[in-house]
C-alpha cells in the first residue's frame, strides 16, 4: 500500500476518533479530498522541478505514534536554548510533553492547538484564522487534514512579550518511520511584538518525516521575528509550508537556518495585505554529504508602498544538493513596492549540485525590483592573504564561508541564538573559532 | 494654433495602422489545407528532393503526431489549428531568375514599400540578399562574390539538391525532429529557408542577410536555416522580417541551427518585426521559433535580436557550449506594447572547460503587454571553470503591463563563477523632467531613454541594422506614453 492511500485510510480512523466542532472537521474532509485529488508532487510539477519526494514516499510510515515515549528533561537538555527565559511549548513524537514545556494562559495564550480546537472560547480566533492563510496545495492540503497538534499562540493587542518562544518537536522514532504533521497558528494582534524559534529534531536513526504547516497572522504594526532552526540528523526529513499574512505596517521577518536533514522543503509564503508592509526572509544553508535543501519562497505584494527583503546565502559540500526558487510577485495596484532578492552560493565540491531560479512577476510600473543571484568559490587571493600571516588553510576557509553568511546572521535579534548559530556554523565547518570575537 | 497635446497623439497613434501593413496579390500555388503523411510527401516530392530527405520528414511527422503543444510559456493565446493551415504556397511565377528585371513587377513593389529595393541594397555596403517570399527563394544576388572564396549560400531547397552531404550530415544535429512540438512541426513541412556553410579558414567578406516575408493569406511559414562555419571561418548573418498586416493568426515556426567548428565564430542577428496586431490585440503573427547553436573548441557563437513585432513569441536562441575555451553571447531586446506576449530568453549549456557565456537581456513592456525572460544557464559537472554573466533588465510603461523574469541556474561544477541580475523599473520622472526642461518633449524623451537602456544590445548589431532597429524601437513605442 502506498503513502498516499495508507494517508487516506488512515484518515477515516482518525475523522472518527476525534471530537472536533464541524467547522474544523467540514475543513478537514475538504482537504483530505484536495489532497486526494491532487496526490503528492512530482518533478512533473513546475515547483518540484528540482526536488524529489520518491524516495522518502518509499518509507513506510507509521502515521499516528501508538505509544507515548517520555524524554527525560537532561536528555535533550542540548536542544534547548537554555540560556534565556522563555516560553516552551515541546512535542514528542507529535504529542504534548507537558513537563518539558513552559505555557502561558497569564494575557497573552501560548498553549496547544489542540486545546484551541477543542475548547469553545476559542472557537472565534478558530473560524477566523484556521487555515485562513493556508493554500490547497496538496501537501498543505495534507496536513489540514491530519491538523491536530501544534502550538497555539495568540498575543492581544499592545503587547510586547519579552520572553521569546521555543517551539521544539522531538521525535524518538521507538517504533519504525514516522510520518509528523504539526499544524502550528500564530495570531498577533494590533502593535504587539513576538519572538519564536522554533527546530525539529529527530533523536533517532529510524527515518522521520515532518510535514509541517505554520499559519502567521500579523495585525496593524505588528512585530513578529521567526527563527527556525533545521539541524536535524541525517535520517530526517522536513518539509516547511509556512504562511504568513500582513496587515499595514507590520513587520514579519523569517530566519531559516539549514544545517542538516536528509532533505530540507521550505516552503515560505509572505502575503502582504497593506501599505507600508516590510517583509524580510533571510537564510543560511550549509550542508553535505547527500543533504538536500531547496527553499522555495513567495512574496506576494498586493498593496502599495510595501518592502521585501530576501537574502539566501548556501554553502555545499559533497554531494549536496541546494535549491533556491524564490518568487515575488508585484500585482497592478503594488505601487512604490521595494523588493529585492538575492541569493549567493559556493560550491565547495565537484559533485555538489546548486539550482537557482530567482523569479520576477511585475504588473505595476512604478516599482525598484531587483534580483541577484551568484555561484562562486572563495575568493583565492584572500585565502592567501590569511594563509600568509600563519592563519591555516581550514581555519581560513571557515572565517571565509562564516563571513560569507554573516549578512544573515547580523540582523538575528536574540544574542543567545546567534551564538548558538555560530557555535552551530564552527562545527559544521570543523573549526573551532568562536566566530562571535 | 491649438496645441498638439500627449491625448491627439494617443489618438493619431491608436488610429495609426501597421505601416508595412500591405499585401500584394501574386499569383500563389498553395496546397490544400491540412496535415498528414501526403502532405509531407507532397512537399517534398514539389522540392524535387532526394529520398533521405523525404525519409527525414515523414520521421518527424511521425513524431510530430504524437507530440502535445507545450504550454509552459507565460503566454495566452488561442491554439492554432494545425489542420486549418496550408503547408505550401509559392509564388506562381516561375521561380529562377538571373537578374533583377525578370523578378514579377508586383513583387518588386513590395520590397519598394518596404524600402529595400534589390538596386539599393546590391549597392549598399555589400549586403548579399537571398529574399523568401512565401517560401521560394526569389532571387539570389551576389552568389558570385561568394562563389569565389567557396562560400556556399542559398535556399536549403537548392542545397539538398546541390550539397546533399553537407545537408545531410548536418541538419537536424543541433535541434534533432524531436526536440520540441514545433521542431517536429518545422522538419516536417519546412518550406524552404537558408543555407550558409563557411570553408576553413575563411572570413566572410560581407553580411550575409535575408529577409523573411510571409504573404499569402492563411499559410504558415515554416523557414529552416542552417549556418555552418567551418574551422577557423568568421560568419555574420543577418535575418530581419516585416509582414502583411493580416485578421487571422499566422503561424510562424522556424527552425535555426548553427554549427560553429573549431576557432569559427558566428554572429547571428535578428530583426523581427512581424505584424503585432491591432491596438485591440486582433490578429498578429505567432512567432514559435527554436534557435540553437553549437559551438566545438574555441569556437564563437553570439545572438543578437531586436524583437518587436509578433503577437505571441516563444523564441530561446540557445548556445550548447561543447568545445573548450567556446564562448556563447545572447543580446536582445524586446519590446511588447498593447496586446503582444512575448516569452524569450537563452539556453547556455556549458560542457566544454573554460567555457563562458554572457546575457544580456532588456524588456521593454508597454500598454496591456506581457514581456517574459525565461533562461537557462546550466554547467555540466565537467565544464570546469565555466563562467556566465547575465543581466535581465525590464522596463515598465504603465501599469496595465507586465515584465516577468524566470531565469533557471543549474551548477554541478564548483569551479563556476556564475552571476545573475535582474532589475525592473520605469523611467523616472526626473529623466523625462530634466529632458522636457530642455525643449525635448516627452515623447522624444522617451525614445531617448528607450534608446540609451537598449544601447548595450543595439550596439552588438552590425551597422546597417542597427540603424533600422533603432527606428523600430521608436515605431513600436510610440503612443505608450502616458
Known amino acids: ?437 | 494654433m491649438s496645441k498638439y497635446t500627449e491625448d491627439d497623439l494617443r489618438e493619431e497613434l491608436k488610429t495609426k495602422e501597421y505601416e508595412y501593413g500591405f499585401y500584394t496579390d501574386i499569383k500563389s500555388e498553395t496546397f490544400p489545407n491540412g496535415l498528414n503523411e501526403d502532405i509531407v510527401r507532397a512537399i517534398s516530392k514539389k522540392k524535387e528532393e532526394p529520398e533521405w530527405m523525404t525519409e527525414w520528414r515523414l520521421e518527424a511527422f511521425k513524431i510530430w503526431k504524437d507530440m502535445e503543444e507545450p504550454e509552459w510559456a507565460n503566454v495566452n493565446y488561442e491554439k492554432p489549428d494545425f489542420q486549418a493551415i496550408s503547408y505550401y504556397s509559392a509564388p506562381n511565377s516561375k521561380p529562377k531568375y538571373n537578374s533583377i528585371d525578370e523578378v514579377d513587377p508586383e513583387l518588386l513593389e513590395t520590397f519598394n514599400k518596404l524600402g529595400i529595393s534589390l538596386d539599393e541594397q546590391k549597392k549598399l555596403a555589400g549586403v548579399a540578399m537571398d529574399v523568401v517570399v512565401d517560401s521560394v527563394s526569389v532571387a539570389t544576388t551576389f552568389k558570385e562574390t561568394l562563389a569565389e572564396q567557396g562560400i556556399i549560400f542559398m535556399s536549403i531547397s537548392e542545397a539538398i539538391q546541390e550539397h546533399p552531404e553537407l545537408v545531410k550530415k548536418y541538419i537536424g544535429t543541433v535541434v534533432p525532429q524531436r526536440d520540441n512540438f514545433y521542431a517536429a512541426l518545422n522538419s516536417a513541412v519546412f518550406s524552404d529557408g537558408s543555407f550558409c556553410y563557411i570553408p576553413k579558414g575563411v572570413k566572410c567578406p560581407m553580411e550575409l542577410s535575408t529577409y523573411f516575408r510571409i504573404n499569402q493569406a492563411g499559410t504558415g511559414q515554416f523557414e529552416r536555416t542552417l549556418v555552418i562555419a567551418d574551422k577557423g571561418s568568421y560568419v555574420s548573418y543577418l535575418e530581419g522580417c516585416t509582414a502583411p498586416s493580416r485578421d487571422e493568426n499566422q503561424l510562424h515556426a522556424a527552425v535555426v541551427e548553427l554549427i560553429a567548428l573549431d576557432d569559427a565564430e558566428i554572429k547571428y542577428s535578428t530583426v523581427q518585426n512581424w505584424f503585432p496586431g491591432n491596438a485591440e490585440g486582433k490578429g498578429g503573427v505567432y512567432n514559435f521559433v527554436t534557435k540553437r547553436g553549437l559551438c566545438e573548441t574555441n569556437a564563437k557563437i553570439s545572438w543578437t535580436q531586436v524583437e518587436t513585432g509578433s503577437a505571441v513569441t516563444w523564441k530561446y536562441p540557445s548556445c550548447v557550449l561543447k568545445g573548450n575555451n567556446s564562448v556563447g553571447e545572447f543580446y536582445s531586446i524586446a519590446v511588447t506594447n498593447n496586446y503582444q506576449q512575448a516569452d524569450t530568453g537563452t539556453k547556455m549549456i556549458h560542457l566544454g572547460k573554460n567555457t563562458k557565456s554572457t546575457i544580456i537581456s532588456k524588456g521593454i513592456s508597454a500598454g496591456k503587454s506581457q514581456n517574459s525572460y525565461r533562461g537557462l544557464v546550466q554547467i555540466n559537472s565537467r565544464a570546469e571553470n565555466a563562467r556566465n554573466f547575465s543581466q535581465c533588465d525590464s522596463l515598465l510603461m504603465g501599469n496595465e503591463c507586465g515584465a516577468h523574469t524566470f531565469p533557471y541556474i543549474e551548477v554541478k561544477n564548483q569551479s563556476a563563477q556564475i552571476e545573475h541580475e535582474a532589475t525592473t523599473s520605469k523611467i523616472g520622472e526626473d529623466q523625462i523632467f530634466y529632458c522636457n526642461q530642455r525643449g525635448i518633449d516627452t515623447e522624444k524623451a522617451i525614445a531617448l531613454i528607450v534608446n540609451g537602456f537598449s544601447k548595450e544590445v543595439l550596439n552588438k548589431l552590425p551597422m546597417e541594422f542597427a540603424v533600422e532597429a533603432q527606428k523600430l524601437l521608436e515605431i513600436s513605442l510610440e503612443g505608450s506614453v502616458g
Not at chain 1, 503528492?40 to 499516528?64: G, R
Not at chain 1, 521507538?174 to 494582534?189: C, D, F, G, K
Open chain 1, 1 to 437: 500500500m502506498d503513502l498516499k492511500e495508507k494517508l487516506l485510510s488512515s484518515f477515516l480512523v482518525f475523522e472518527n476518533q476525534s471530537e472536533i466542532d464541524s467547522y474544523v472537521s467540514d475543513v478537514r474532509n475538504d482537504a483530505i479530498k484536495m489532497f486526494e485529488k491532487k496526490g503528492f508532487p512530482t518533478k512533473k510539477d513546475e515547483a518540484w522541478k528540482y526536488t524529489s519526494l520518491n524516495k522518502l514516499l518509499k518509507e513506510d510510515y507509521s502515521v499516528f505514534p501508538k505509544q507515548e515515549n517520555a524524554l527525560e528533561y537532561r536528555d535533550v537538555e542540548k536542544y534547548f536554548i537554555h540560556d534565556i527565559d522563555s516560553y516552551k511549548i515541546i512535542f514528542v513524537d507529535g504529542k504534548y510533553s507537558s513537563h518539558l514545556s513552559e505555557t502561558t494562559h497569564d494575557g497573552l495564550d501560548v498553549c496547544l492547538m489542540s486545546a484551541a480546537l477543542n475548547k469553545p472560547k476559542y472557537r472565534l480566533v478558530i473560524e477566523n484564522y484556521f487555515n485562513k492563510a493556508a493554500t490547497t496545495d496538496s501537501l498543505s492540503s495534507l496536513n489540514t487534514a491530519f491538523s491536530k497538534e501544534g502550538a497555539y499562540v495568540h498575543i492581544p493587542k499592545g503587547k510586547i512579550i519579552e520572553k521569546p518562544i521555543q517551539i521544539i518537536h522531538f521525535s524518538t522514532g521507538n517504533e519504525s518511520a514516522t510520518m509528523l504533521q504539526p499544524r502550528n497558528l500564530i495570531v498577533v494582534e494590533e502593535n504587539s511584538h513576538v519572538q519564536i524559534i522554533e527546530c525539529h529534531q529527530s533523536l533517532t536513526s529510524n527515518p522521520v518525516l515532518t510535514n509541517s504547516v505554520t499559519e502567521i497572522f500579523a495585525k496593524k504594526r505588528a512585530i513578529i521575528d521567526y527563527y527556525k532552526i533545521q539541524n536535524d540528523t541525517q535520517e530526517a526529513s522536513l518539509i516547511d509550508n509556512t504562511f504568513i499574512k500582513q496587515k499595514q505596517e507590520s513587520i514579519a521577518s523569517v530566519h531559516t537556518f539549514s544545517f542538516g536533514g536528509k532533505l530540507t522543503r521550505n516552503n515560505l509564503n509572505f502575503y502582504q495585505e497593506g501599505e507600508r508592509i516590510d517583509s524580510t526572509l533571510k537564510g543560511v544553508t550549509i550542508i553535505g554529504d547527500k543533504q538536500h535543501v531547496d527553499h522555495n519562497t513567495l512574496v506576494h505584494h498586493i498593496e502599495p508602498n510595501c518592502e521585501s527583503h530576501q537574502d539566501y546565502k548556501g554553502i555545499f559540500a559533497d554531494n549536496a544538493t541546494g535549491v533556491f526558487n524564490g518568487k515575488v510577485i508585484v500585482e497592478k495596484e503594488a505601487q512604490k513596492t521595494n523588493a529585492f532578492q538575492a541569493n549567493n552560493n559556493i560550491l565547495i565540491s565537484d559533485k555538489a549540485t546548486i539550482n537557482t531560479k530567482p523569479q520576477l512577476e511585475i504588473f505595476a510600473d512604478d516599482v525598484k525590483c531587483s534580483h541577484g543571484c551568484t555561484v562562486g568559490q572563495l575568493d583565492e587571493s584572500a585565502l592567501f592573504y590569511m594563509r600568509s600571516r600563519g592563519i591555516p588553510e581550514k581555519e581560513a576557509k571557515a572565517l571565509l564561508m562564516y563571513a560569507f553568511s554573516n549578512n544573515v546572521l547580523s540582523s538575528v535579534k536574540i544574542p543567545e541564538l546567534k551564538l548558538r548559530i555560530t557555535k552551530i556554523i564552527a562545527n559544521k565547518l570543523g573549526v573551532n573559532i568562536g566566530f562571535d570575537l
